[in-house]
């Protein structure tokens, strides 16, 4: 089985920038799409950036033009650049990953937290 660990988290001031970093152990071979989320009290959970095997990638539009999501296959390593950072990006941060046969996204991570100060 895959196993994800995040780290990078922090709290920085508004406008500052974070590098979150999320290490895959296991069949690691066995992952195509690979992303990022959050989750913050009181709100739902959202899907903040997806990454394909091939470095295809899709942002929510809340980050678009501020993180990039990127991936190193070689070192089974997951990242999410952070910049122009906002109090509403303040949450939980988790890794995701889906094995070529799943239908969902079903490898999780336990999260890292963010938080933004104004």
């Known amino acids: 089985q895959v196993q994800l660990v995040e780290s990078g988290g922090g709290s920085v001031q508004a406008g500052g920038s974070l590098r979150l970093s999320c290490a895959a152990s296991?069949?690691?071979?066995?992952?195509?799409?690979m992303a990022w989320f959050r989750q913050a009290p009181g709100k739902e959970r959202e899907g903040v950036a997806t990454?394909?095997?091939?470095?295809?990638?899709t942002y929510a539009d809340s980050v678009k033009g501020r993180f990039a999501i990127s991936r190193d296959n070689a070192r089974n390593s997951l990242y999410l650049q952070m910049n122009s950072l906002k109090p509403e990006d303040t949450a939980m941060y988790h890794c995701?990953?889906?094995?070529?046969?799943?239908?969902?996204?079903?490898?999780w991570g336990q999260g890292t937290q963010v938080t933004v100060s104004s």
């Open positions: 296991g069949n690691t071979d066995s992952i195509y799409y």
């Open positions: 990454i394909t095997g091939h470095g295809t990638t």
């Open positions: 995701a990953a889906r094995e070529v046969w799943a239908s969902t996204y079903n490898i």
